[in-house]
């Protein structure tokens, strides 16, 4: 059956369709890049777009004459492209590396092609499994760490790769049994056919899809925590103490709100500047986030106020350890990257589910309160030096 699709699809329509669909994604990858302009993927993928569209449209210049077997060197420079944009897209390392090695394997590729002249079997053996090699590899960097929605998307992407590098590979294999003619041929409409649902399916869609996906994260984790210190926000922590609360069909299970205030903000800002005050903010959620333990949540509502859940608390045993839990990791010395040392205090007030209320509301009063006459009995500021 798919013999005889084939048979209705000639090579300058096949041609014709390559030229017309990515020349398309080519703009569509642009768009992408316009509007997602902190991705260093999609510019990328629309010179890789471009240059296949590049080589299409030299072929079929015949007053070239023997240069016309260099336009093939425009789809491994395509693929070459997409992966580099992959490798950026998916945050690998080496790219210092990478931007030495790429373009001396692309010009090793010119000078074999340019070594191979007319010699079409091992032109095909060189150019194709180039190209299979890369997408296979392209595919695995698209899937290697991806998970849950993200490994669906990127599993789209993979699989044109993958339908793409399956075709190159077997055309390869039988070019190193020294077939060729009318067999040979067949499976070249096979690639291009492949090459279109690589483009749809890699290009035009898994690609713009992953960009979206991630410009989609990227929203709801502004939504949901805090830019500076990266913890979790008024909006995420309200949620959890929420489902917390009785009208949730939380009953009477104790748990604590611990208020914590970074002493002495204002005059670091005043005397060194904002930056070594945010330096003090990202320091406390660090040191806060190392002394959770399971069961246990901290968020920053805003300026020097971080305020913890504690789902564990059962009585005021429980709170006290935790707050000495918290002193010991933030209370302590600590080395700016400039090399400032910085010693940190803070001030903490909780309270107690449902001893000191049952309502979000009366609870934030008790330990904010609470936090308050501790601040003005005990104050010691914050001291850099």
Partial sequence: MLQNFLEYLDFPTLEVVLLSSFTLSA?????????????????????????????LGVRPLVFLGPLRQLAFLGFPLSLLLGFEGIMRFRGFGWERERRRFL???????????????DHARFRSLLIDGFMSITLFLSAFCMLRGSEGLELLVNGVA????????????FRWTLAFEGLIGAQVSEVSRLVYLAAVLWNLMTWSFGMSMAVMLR?????ERLADFDGLTGLPNRRTFDRSLDELLPHRGAGNRSFAVVFVDLNGLKSINDSHGHPAGDAALILVARALERALEGGQ????????????LDRNAVNWSDVEAFEKRIRRRVEREHKLEDGTRIFL????????YPDDGERASDLFHVADQRMYREKQMYHAPTELY
């Fill in 297 to 308: 949540m901290a968020s920053r509502f805003g300026g020097d106020e971080f305020v913890l």
């Fill in 103 to 117: 373009p001396a394997l692309f010009l090793l590729l010119v000078a074999l092609m340019v070594i191979a002249g």
């Fill in 27 to 55: 703009v569509a990858m642009l768009v992408l890049r316009r509007l997602n302009p902190a991705e260093r993927g999609p510019g990328l993928w629309a010179l890789a777009c471009a240059s296949l569209v590049v080589g």
């Fill in 158 to 169: 993979a699989l044109g790769c993958v339908v793409m590098g399956s075709s190159l590979a």
């Fill in 345 to 352: 205090r803070i001030s903490i007030g909780s309270a107690l």
């Fill in 215 to 219: 410009a989609r994260q990227y929203i």
